[in-house]
């Protein structure tokens, strides 16, 4: 049972326009989500997060928002760079921890 | 600057053999934790651990030990491996258990023949 799902293995876009990465989750008691970036041979490294008690958390090209009655988050990137060209993972807590994350999805930035 | 350490990067083992992957931070996280990533499935928790002393089971455990002696150091033990047991490991920390950011190591692949 797949608790948190993102259901595009891929994405495609062109430099400068945006990158939508979505991600939905099914367990109620997550409070707490976050998005990761990974380049091959290295580890994923840390690039947003937001708690439940908000709906929208910037940071710079990066905006992640969380939709709590659909139980569904998106990260947006504005504008794309070819350098996020990456697998992105979205992750869920329930303040244990204990991270749940989704398959990832390969997001590749045209020039 | 180190952050999360791991070792070996690469390893190929024969099913039977027993080995150690490394993890070290120093940045005194009480917090320690082992995924490992396969195609398809996101990165899944094996163990955990959020003191010295503490560990506990994550999602994927069967088949790994684990122990926390120092705060320093959280390896992983494969007793018997196994080709299922192919992956890409991570070992990744953070201060406490709580809701925070986990800062991850750069990987084991581990090849089982």
């Known amino acids: 049972d797949q608790q948190v799902k993102q259901n595009s293995p891929s994405l495609s876009v062109q430099e400068g326009r945006i990158s939508i990465l979505n991600c939905d989750y099914t367990?109620?008691?997550?409070?707490?989500f976050l998005w990761y970036k990974k380049y091959p041979a290295e580890g994923p490294t840390f690039l947003i997060s937001?708690?439940?008690?908000?709906d929208k958390n910037e940071d710079g090209r990066f905006t992640v928002f969380l939709n709590k009655s659909a139980k569904h988050l998106s990260l947006h990137i504005v504008p794309s760079q070819p350098g996020d060209s990456a697998v992105y993972f979205c992750?869920?807590?329930?303040?244990?921890?204990?991270?749940?994350f989704g398959q990832g999805t390969t997001l590749q930035v045209k020039p | 600057n180190a952050g999360v350490t791991q070792t070996p990067k690469f390893q190929v083992l024969k099913t039977g053999q027993s080995m150690t992957l490394q993890c070290a931070q120093d940045?005194?996280?009480?917090?320690m934790s082992w995924y490992r990533q396969d195609p398809g499935m996101g990165l899944r928790l094996i163990h955990y651990?959020?003191?010295?002393?503490?560990?506990d089971q994550g999602e994927v455990p069967n088949g790994y030990n684990v122990s926390r002696s120092t705060t320093e150091d959280f390896p992983l033990r494969l007793l018997s491996a196994a080709p299922s047991q192919t992956s890409v490991y991570f070992c990744?920390?953070?201060?406490?258990?709580?809701?925070?950011?986990?800062?991850f190591g750069d990987g084991t692949r581990l090849s089982i023949l």
């Open positions: 992750a869920a807590s329930a303040n244990t921890g204990k991270l749940i």
């Open positions: 937001i708690s439940s008690i908000k």
């Open positions: 367990n109620s008691m997550f409070d707490y």
């Open positions: 651990s959020v003191g010295a002393g503490i560990t």
């Open positions: 990744a920390s953070s201060y406490t258990g709580g809701n925070q950011p986990q800062h």
């Open positions: 940045m005194n996280h009480e917090y």
